[in-house]
């Protein structure tokens, strides 16, 4: 494992080039691992898109955080892994001795460590990264089946912070690949799930993803009062889950959810973005409004043992595969594409795709 290699690098808004660049090195606590798989994110998208991310990179930058592969080399002090290891390396990894991971905030931690560079032939793992977020792969599991720990880790603190419980109906806004995510680990977890679409090709795949109700935006005059009238007696959801991160969706997760309920605000709008709720019916409805933002190391954990158990369904949630060389024209297609089929994620394999 010497001299160069290929790996896609970030240099502003919509501007992502293949470079030839030197290989990485394991400093001691480190691990240097050969890509096996990445996987494409809502993330990377918008971070492609707007040209910077307040918290995970500045441009110019190695791209991408959802990776799986093979431990190349192990830095001096490396503990638990060695040369050949199959591991899935999160794209982040807490301090655990702030404010915030003092009092099990590990996702607000003031200084979380992040990692990019997922697009490439290699990636180096950071020593903390190593130690607190790194997960052996077991046989069998598929790179690109691994690689979807990290999303499906932030799915899972999301659920959790709604406190809802087997039996309870949940909303969920928005058919993305987070919104699925959120139907099926639900539905996994024993909730009646209601999904609310957009598109035709939506509809199916909501229901593939543990959907037992889907209204279609499209095709109902008020969404709000189609989707409360599938709860019992109209009253609203339980939970409400807001995955699409515009203000028109987070207004009607506030008007989906029952008296006492919870809405979680998982979508990210841009900075400034300003909504409008009916203030009355929050105070006297008794409404929790909160918002999950990244993962922990036990969600990660959790997530894992979801994928690695088979209950995750992984296969159907990747529904595209590609060589790295492709990675730049891919990005460009997915800010353009306007659905039709089912595209959730897209899998890179830098050694290339067997058609």
Not at 72 to 91: M, Q, S, T
Not at 176 to 188: D, K, Q, S, T, Y
Request: hydrophobic share 40%; glycine share 10%; with cysteine.
């Amino acid at each position: 494992m010497v001299g160069d290699m290929i790996a896609a690098v970030l240099y502003g808004k919509e501007d992502l080039r293949l470079e030839r660049i030197a290989t990485p090195r394991a400093r001691r606590g480190e691990l240097v691992v050969r890509v096996g798989a990445a996987l494409t994110c809502g993330t990377d998208l918008k971070v492609y898109r707007r040209g910077y991310h307040a918290m995970m990179l500045k441009p110019p930058i190695l791209f991408g955080h959802e990776v799986a592969g093979v431990v190349a080399e192990a830095g001096e002090g490396v503990p638990g892994f060695r040369e050949g290891d199959r591991v899935v390396a999160l794209n982040s990894a807490p301090c655990d001795h702030c404010f915030f991971c003092c009092r099990g905030q590990q996702n607000l931690c003031e200084d979380l460590l992040f990692n990019n560079g997922a697009y490439a032939e290699y990636i180096r793992i950071p020593g903390r990264i190593v130690e607190k977020n790194t997960l052996l792969i077991p046989a069998g599991v598929p790179f690109e089946h691994a690689a979807l720990t990290e999303p499906l880790a932030c799915v899972v603190r999301g659920l959790e912070e709604t406190g809802a419980s087997p039996g309870d109906t949940m909303v969920v806004i928005g058919a993305g690949p987070i919104g699925l995510m959120f139907m099926h680990v639900a539905e996994l977890a024993g909730m009646e799930v209601i999904a609310v679409v957009k598109r035709d090709d939506q509809v199916a795949t909501a229901k593939l993803f543990g959907a037992a109700h889907v209204v279609q935006t499209t095709a109902v005059e008020d969404t709000v009062a189609a989707t409360r009238a599938l709860t019992a007696k109209g009253r609203g959801a339980d939970a409400v889950i807001e995955a699409v991160a515009t203000p028109t969706t987070w207004e009607w997760a506030v008007d989906m959810v029952r008296k006492g309920g919870v809405v979680n605000f998982f979508g990210g709008p841009p900075r400034g973005t300003r909504v409008q709720l009916d203030t009355n019916r929050l105070h006297y409805g008794d409404i929790t409004l909160k918002a999950s933002f990244h993962h922990t190391p036990s969600t990660c954990r959790t997530a894992f043992e979801l994928i690695t158990s088979g209950r995750f369904h992984c296969k159907e949630a990747i529904t595209d595969r590609v060589g790295l060389d492709q990675v730049p024209e891919l990005f460009a297609r997915m800010l353009t594409r306007t659905g039709g089929s089912r595209e959730i994620k897209t899998a890179v394999f830098p050694e290339g795709v067997s058609r």
